[in-house]
């Protein structure tokens, strides 16, 4: 059984800096990995996405601020948010290639001007 277990969010003043970690399990082969999040009313975004190679594309942004990493052994994504910014504001999901209908619960992240 898949699973996407999301942690790491809070709430943190405009500047601060947060680390997301999504841990996956009953996964098998080497997938890509990605981060995407949602606000009340708006569609699910790619915020930042890691191959299988570990090449990296972001969302506009959150570039230059957000660093997306894996931890293959542990079939875990990481996204290290620094700068965070009020619009940063939403719950972040973890997503895998090829088990794209898995979602985790996310972890909501609050940033406070």
């Known amino acids: 059984q898949v699973q996407l277990v999301e942690s790491g969010g809070g709430l943190v003043q405009a500047g601060g800096s947060l680390r997301l970690s999504c841990a996956a399990s009953g996964i098998s082969g080497f997938n890509a990995m990605g981060w995407y999040r949602q606000t009340p009313g708006s569609h699910r975004e790619l915020v930042a996405r890691i191959s299988t190679s570990g090449s990296t594309i972001y969302e506009d942004s959150v570039k230059g601020r957000f660093a997306i990493s894996r931890d293959i052994g542990k079939n875990t994504v990481y996204l290290q948010m620094n700068n965070l910014k009020p619009e940063d504001t939403a719950i972040y999901y973890c997503?895998?290639?090829?088990?794209?209908?898995?979602w985790g619960q996310g972890t909501q992240v609050t940033v406070s001007s």
């Open positions: 997503n895998i290639d090829g088990y794209s209908s898995y």
